[in-house]
């Protein structure tokens, strides 16, 4: 594993330089140089302070899996129901709720709704594949039809409800993940 160069990108990939992270890290930026370019190690601490930083820590880091899962099929999905609230939920992305998103395709019956959720960081992003929902937040309740979206930050109770006589489906995003 070159581990300078694998510093390196996680700092490229947080737009940050070679001196923003110096800073953050209390460090030098030459022993930044130095380390991306496998001219000095830094001690285990200084490491995982940099890792931090950069949004990682040590196992992830010396994980060598570099194969990252692009496309899902059926079988990789995980559905669940609930009878009496009336939806069914599946799961699009095996172990979704370990990333940043969590997307899912909710079903909810005539008179169906998903379970209130209480108020969390992040943002909700849906999609009505099929049918009439209501997006209920706090006291308030916006209408989405078929083919219209909704987009919302979460900082009030929050579910989604069947408005019409025929089964809804919805594909919904939440992050962090949330369901």
């Not at 930044?32 to 200084?46: D, F, G, V």
């Not at 899962?69 to 095996?94: G, H």
């Not at 009505?128 to 929902?133: K, M, N, Q, T």
Request: charged share 30%; glycine share 6%; aromatic share 10%.
């Amino acid at each position: 594993m070159d581990i300078g160069e694998k510093i390196k990108r996680l700092r490229i990939e947080k737009q940050l330089t070679q001196e923003e992270l110096a800073n953050r890290c209390e460090l030098s930026k030459g022993f930044i140089s130095q380390l991306e370019n496998n001219l000095t190690s830094p001690s285990i601490a200084t490491l995982i302070d940099i890792l931090e930083i950069l949004g990682t820590n040590l196992r992830e880091f010396f994980n060598e899996i570099d194969d990252e899962r692009i496309s899902f099929t059926k079988d990789d999905m995980f559905e669940t129901e609930d009878e009496e609230l009336k939806y069914s939920l599946k799961w699009l992305i095996p172990n979704s709720q370990k990333n940043k998103m969590e997307p899912i395709i909710i079903s909810l019956d005539a008179g169906g709704q998903y379970k209130e959720e209480k108020p969390h960081e992040g943002e909700e992003f849906g999609y009505v594949l099929s049918g009439l929902i209501y997006v209920h937040i706090g006291d308030k309740k916006n209408k989405v039809r078929k083919g219209e979206s909704f987009y919302f930050r979460p900082r009030a109770n929050h579910y989604i409800s069947n408005a019409g006589k025929t089964t809804a489906k919805v594909i919904w995003v939440s992050t962090p993940p949330s369901f």
